[in-house]
């Protein structure tokens, strides 16, 4: 019944830019903490960025700048967009929803590939 379904994932140059969206379903989405995590070859999964129903945002210091994370929650839709990217923004990218509190509820995505390479 849950699904997030993330598209948008590219083969795109250094210094070039991508749009991921994550489209949700089957969550009171506006109550849900979105999240963008990325994971590499060999390397743990890390937060990107992350925007709660309220609208605060918090990023890593490694995107801080260049990545913009936003929200529709009219089309339950997370949206990150990715300036300036570097090749070690390669990884695949997946999308979270986390409903905090006793619930415990978390939620992923299927993931889309990133790869910056000239």
């Known amino acids: 019944q849950v699904q997030l379904v993330e598209s948008g994932g590219d083969l795109v140059q250094p210094g070039g830019s991508l749009r991921l969206s994550c489209a949700a379903s089957?969550?009171?989405?506006?109550?849900?903490?979105m999240g963008w995590y990325r994971q590499a070859p060999g390397k743990q999964r890390e937060l990107v960025a992350a925007?709660?129903?309220?609208?605060?945002?918090n990023y890593a210091d490694s995107v801080k700048g260049r990545f913009t994370i936003s929200r529709d929650n009219a089309k339950k839709t997370v949206y990150l967009q990715m300036s300036s990217l570097k090749p070690e923004d390669t990884a695949v990218y997946y999308c979270?929803?986390?409903?905090?509190?006793?619930?415990?509820?978390?939620?992923w995505g299927q993931g889309t590939q990133v790869t910056v390479s000239s």
């Open positions: 925007a709660t129903g309220g609208g605060s945002t």
């Open positions: 089957g969550i009171i989405f506006n109550i849900y903490t």
């Open positions: 979270n929803a986390n409903l905090p509190g006793p619930s415990r509820r978390n939620y």
